[in-house]
């Protein structure tokens, strides 16, 4: 049963951008807190960002001031605006919900920053 559905990643130079999207079903997307993690090579998978049904917003030090979490309730989508890349954000990108993550995990989106 796929729950997430995680696009938008790419290859990108230091400094570039993207935007990554997250759908998910309705009743997760209207109940839970969503959020954004990623798992770099050889490391556990982080948190990065979350941001409630009430639009409230958090986010990891590490992506603070470079990063913002919005969410589109018309479509059940969640995305990660990505600015000022740097090669450590390299990662799978994944979406779930927060605090405790469902078991089921989507495919996530690629996102490599390299020049």
């Known amino acids: 049963q796929v729950q997430f559905v995680e696009s938008g990643g790419g290859l990108v130079q230091p400094g570039g951008s993207l935007r990554l999207s997250c759908a998910t079903s309705?009743?997760?997307?209207?109940?839970?807190?969503l959020g954004w993690y990623r798992q770099a090579p050889g490391k556990q998978r982080e948190f990065v960002a979350t941001?409630?049904?009430?639009?409230?917003?958090n986010y990891a030090d590490s992506v603070k001031g470079r990063f913002t979490i919005s969410r589109d309730n018309a479509k059940n989508t969640v995305y990660l605006q990505m600015n000022s890349l740097k090669p450590e954000d390299t990662a799978v990108y994944y979406c779930?919900?927060?605090?405790?993550?469902?078991?089921?995990w989507g495919q996530g989106t690629q996102v490599t920053i390299s020049s």
């Open positions: 941001i409630t049904n009430g639009f409230s917003t």
């Open positions: 779930n919900t927060f605090p405790t993550p469902r078991t089921s």
């Open positions: 309705r009743n997760i997307f209207l109940i839970f807190t």
